[in-house]
């Protein structure tokens, strides 16, 4: 199974086209294996898609985490000013 292929795949779309394009082509064909390369092709690209998601997303989360400790960190250290 592959993700819905409606979605945006900006770095996939000649994938998505070659399997639609296969699928197509080759209505009976493609029961029989005929689209395996494309497939192939497509889940590869969209296994790459995922890596390269996932860390951007890590990266996001470190940055958000970084901002939200050291905003933290200001706010103690206001209210321990406040309190002397």
């Not at 590869?44 to 996001?60: Q, T």
Request: net charge positive; with cysteine.
């Amino acid at each position: 199974m592959h993700p819905p292929l409606k979605r945006p795949h900006p770095d996939c779309q000649s994938y998505i086209a070659a399997f639609r394009l296969c699928h197509a082509t080759n209505p009976t064909m493609k029961f029989f294996g005929y689209c395996n390369d494309a497939k192939v092709a497509l889940d590869k690209c969209f296994k790459e898609e995922k890596v390269r998601v996932r860390r951007e997303n890590g990266e996001r989360g470190r940055r958000g985490m970084d901002n939200w400790e050291s905003e933290w960190s200001e706010i103690k250290k206001e209210l321990r000013d406040s309190e002397l």
